[in-house]
């Protein structure tokens, strides 16, 4: 099926908060850049983005995510086809902006013609000396004590009522490929994490992932890309010294293969730090997985609801969400179709 767009990218998150203050505080503690625009905070990487994050005055809570399209053509036939208009953007960096609702009733932002800062050049890693390559020579390591230096938002997931539904309502919109389906039991998928369709260009293995998980509908978290393994090391060690919040850290993922560190922000909302992870190219296709490698980590800390001794397999929750989806599109149907 074709899309009405290809997103190029994901753009940005927003949030509400009734502390700016103290969510510019936590956020330089991430490692983002703020500043503020016409009341609001916003927060930007090293990437040249006008912002990756935006905080309104006003009850906390997660407010919209923003895709980047390839230009004011895209966003118009987008527009039609949703009846909507193209807006003038008023936040940093300008460009044009369609709004639209997703299934779960998140808004959700199409952007295009934004003007970009001059991207920093990255610092880069010391090299490293592993037995199969001796790389830095006569020369230590020395570490900043420091936040993380982010570099760009990279990905946000999303808790859904209805994983088909979702995936349909997204991919129709943005040309999602699947990069991996996640499977709760044989033929029973929760969910997916997606990639952007940029034909031969190699992208991450997802900008998207959506699943239909306990609790329910709403956001999971944003994920930030940062330099590397020493950077994010360098980060989890500030965080931790500013007494933040930590969710879940420091792992190597299965799906993605990022290495991770999670943490929450003042009212709960969940950051992830995150770098090397997978690339992949339209070819590539897709595959199916399941609940293992979807809550298993390749080295590090597990998953917090696995991290007891007593705690369930990955396969035990993939089969009582099997159960429970089946319930529950049991009590959908109407009485003459179970009868029947």
């Not at 199409?110 to 003007?115: E, I, L």
């Amino acid at each position: 099926m074709m899309s009405i767009t290809r997103a190029q990218d994901i753009a940005h998150v927003r949030f509400m908060a009734p502390d700016l203050g103290e969510m510019r505080k936590f956020l330089e503690d991430f490692g983002l850049a703020c500043f503020e625009h016409d009341g609001a905070l916003y927060a930007r990487g090293s990437d040249g983005a006008p912002f990756a994050h935006a905080t309104e005055m006003g009850e906390a809570g997660f407010t919209a995510l923003a895709f980047r399209v390839a230009g004011l053509a895209e966003l118009e036939a987008l527009a039609a086809a949703e009846g909507v208009a193209v807006e003038a953007s008023t936040a940093p960096g300008g460009g044009h902006v369609v709004r639209l609702t997703d299934p779960d009733g998140n808004r959700v932002e199409a952007v295009t013609g934004q003007t970009w800062g001059e991207p920093a050049a990255p610092d880069s890693e010391a090299p490293f000396n592993s037995a199969a390559a001796r790389r830095r020579l006569r020369t230590p390591v020395r570490v900043e004590r420091r936040p993380s230096r982010v570099r760009r938002l990279g990905h946000v997931v999303l808790n859904v009522a209805d994983f088909r539904q979702s995936e349909a309502w997204y991919k129709a919109r943005f040309g999602f490929i699947t990069s991996d389906e996640i499977e709760a039991a044989p033929g029973l998928s929760i969910g997916a994490f997606m990639r952007c369709d940029r034909g031969d260009t190699p992208t991450d293995h997802h900008t998207l992932f959506l699943a239909q998980l306990p609790p329910g509908p709403g956001f999971n978290h944003a994920a930030f890309e940062v330099e590397g393994l020493d950077d994010l090391m360098a980060g989890h060690a500030h965080l931790k010294r500013e007494g933040r919040k930590p969710a879940w850290g420091v792992g190597r993922h299965v799906l993605g293969s990022q290495i991770f560190d999670y943490w929450k922000d003042p009212w709960g909302h969940e950051l992830e730090h995150w770098t090397d992870g997978d690339l992949f190219a339209a070819a590539d296709g897709s595959r199916l997985s399941n609940m293992r490698e979807l809550l298993d980590v390749q080295w590090g800390a597990p998953f917090p609801a696995l991290a007891g001794k007593r705690a369930p397999k990955p396969e035990t929750i993939g089969k009582l969400l099997a159960l429970q989806l089946r319930f529950k599109r049991l009590f959908r149907r109407k009485p003459k179709d179970i009868a029947a």
